[in-house]
């Protein structure tokens, strides 16, 4: 935390909810009051402007920085989620500008992002959801000077409060309609407080981040200029995957904030617990699984933070983030629920009272991979990489440095602000082992290796009979073993540059190794009994080994940090 306090945007952060305290904000979560005090504060501070705003376009001397953001996002989880809702939903809708090739518009909506503004990502429909092609917001050319939109968007974050809002449409015509092919997408800046056809605003109630504003409105004829347009047609798709790709990999880091704050005061609840003459934490169950919870919110921190490295090294040659970007999305907050769940075994019922933060923590977690189904969706994108992943290369592929371990002061990256080539068959990765070779002394890390080579099998000689892109069920199933896999891989990459001490990599990879085994399972149910791919998968399941010395080593580790 020392390190992370050298930025001076933090500290402000720190600030803030130290003076504001967790009794303040757990009575506004029960009254889903919205947080205006802290806008007012970050606006003050300019904090969003001096995390999101580049270099370019910046009059404060900002740049565009991925390690201060995601540090900055960690910690903002660690004191609240739904406040740190508002910048996420802040980067959505602003990034489809930076995008874009409207340079007015950038000038504007940094100019308002400086003046303390926020942003909004208009592209989710009630009767749809994130089902684009269904889109029934719809813009038409209107007379000479411009465009007409009408249509509702649900689920939208900053729908109270956002300065502009940026709405993905589809293009109607004005005379009638070509039912040959399909209407190309059209993104819309509309400026709420200018906009008086935006209307009928509601906040919908939800099981967490409760204070913050997920809503809805309306827009009934609309008129705007040709200018407010950001993007139309492929580069409205390439800004709408563009920005999803790029801005949700960082909910990531807010679960990794919440599982920490929450382990803390599971630690602390239980330093002072005594059932039947004894402290809960030297009870051998609540060790063992207090050690487990530490490993997982260990291996989510050492993944994302290594995938980050990844995201500041992607280029035209290098976009194996695409892969470790969609894993990320999928993986690390539904890590982040198993991480609560083990935890919750050991606070019992202190964690459902109401001015724990542990109580919102369980709701907040859950929220984060369950919207629209947004883990399904990833799963299947890393579907998409199973070939090449395994695919031996044919030169040397380089590993990125690291952004946190190795002193690099990360500049922006041009390629962020660009229309992205998305073929998962162009992506060429290092050898799918080599990241296990320096951790070979650890017997659970061999055992995963076996599991990886046993689906590598199956890759190379039972999907190549099916077709998993035409089952999505499938598809999904294929996705969560290789994202096991490729979270693993990352896991191993960045213990050996963090020197994680082997106990914990050993927790570390019986998880990983239970989880392999577990999907790996699901996948052969899948495939009728004596099938070609059933004895493939049959070397996938393993059994891990982790002695009481590694749970031993782990427990006084965490003793150590937390003061037990």
């Known amino acids: 935390m020392a390190e992370y306090l050298q930025d001076p945007s933090l500290r ?18 029960r009254r889903e009051d919205w947080y205006q005090d802290w806008i007012d504060y970050q606006a003050q501070h300019r904090l969003y402007a001096s995390l999101l705003s580049p270099k370019q376009y910046s009059s404060l001397g900002g740049r565009f920085d991925i390690r201060r953001l995601t ?58 959801g994130s089902d684009l092609l269904a889109n029934e917001f719809t813009v038409t050319p209107g007379d000479s000077s411009g465009w007409m939109a009408d249509g509702s968007k649900y689920y939208i974050g900053n729908a109270n409060a956002a300065c502009l809002i940026s709405v993905l449409a589809r293009k109607g015509s004005a005379g009638p309609a070509d039912t040959t092919k399909r209407s190309p997408l059209v993104f819309v800046a509309i400026r709420p407080g200018e906009a008086p056809a935006l209307r009928n605003v509601r906040k919908i109630r939800t099981l967490g981040i409760r204070t913050a504003f997920v809503g809805e409105f309306e827009v009934r004829g609309h008129a705007f200029p040709e200018t407010d347009v950001i993007a139309q047609g492929r580069e409205a798709w390439d800004a709408f995957f563009g920005t999803v790709n790029f801005g949700k990999f960082f909910l990531g880091f807010g679960a990794i904030g919440i599982c920490e704050h929450a382990f803390t005061e599971a630690v602390a609840h239980m330093r002072h617990r005594v059932l039947f003459g ?26 994302a933070y290594r995938a980050l490295d990844y995201l500041q090294a992607s280029g035209d040659d290098e976009r194996r983030y695409l892969l470790f970007g969609a894993v990320q999305k999928a993986k690390v ?23 724990t933060y542990f109580e919102s923590a369980l709701r907040d977690t859950q929220l984060i991979p369950g919207l629209e189904g947004s883990t399904h969706i990833n799963f299947g994108l890393t579907a998409q990489f199973i070939d090449t992943y395994f695919t031996t290369p044919t030169r040397e592929v380089p590993l990125p440095k690291s952004v946190t371990l190795d002193g690099i002061d990360p500049d922006e990256n041009p390629y962020w602000f660009a229309a992205r080539d998305r073929n998962a068959k162009t992506v060429q990765f290092a050898h799918f082992l080599r990241a296990y070779e320096p951790l070979r002394s650890v017997a659970n890390v061999r055992t995963f290796r076996k599991q990886v080579k046993a689906v590598r099998q199956f890759a190379d000689g039972g999907i190549s009979s099916v077709n998993p892109t035409g089952d999505a069920g499938l598809l999904i199933a294929v996705g969560k073993c290789l994202a096991t896999i490729a979270y693993g891989q990352l896991v191993a990459e960045n213990c050996l540059a ?24 699901k996948l052969s149910a899948i495939f009728p009994p004596g099938s070609p791919q059933r004895a493939l998968l049959k070397g996938a399941v393993r059994f891990p080994r982790t002695s009481a010395a590694d749970l031993t080593s782990v427990s006084e580790l965490i003793a150590l940090r937390h003061g037990t």
């Open 12 to 29: 402000l952060l720190v600030d803030f909810f130290r003076a504001k305290g967790l009794p303040a904000l757990k009575e506004e979560d």
């Open 71 to 128: 540090r900055f996002l960690e910690a903002f989880a660690y004191f609240s989620p739904a406040h740190a809702y508002s910048l996420h939903v802040s980067f959505l809708g602003l990034f489809p500008i930076l995008m874009s090739p409207n340079e007015a518009l950038k000038q504007e909506a940094v100019a308002r992002l400086e003046g303390g503004g926020l942003f909004a990502f208009g592209v989710s429909e009630k009767a749809h």
């Open 498 to 521: 963090a020197k994680v001490a082997p106990a914990t990599v050993s927790l570390i990879f019986q998880g990983l190794i239970e989880d392999l085994s577990a999907e790996a399972v």
């Open 278 to 303: 004894k402290p809960v934490g030297e009870m051998s169950h609540i060790r063992a699984a207090t050690a487990f919870a530490f490993a997982r919110l260990t291996a989510m921190k050492l993944y």
């Open 333 to 355: 907050s539904t890590e982040g629920v198993k991480v609560m769940g083990l935890l919750s075994e050991c606070i019992g019922g202190r964690g459902f009272e109401a001015e």
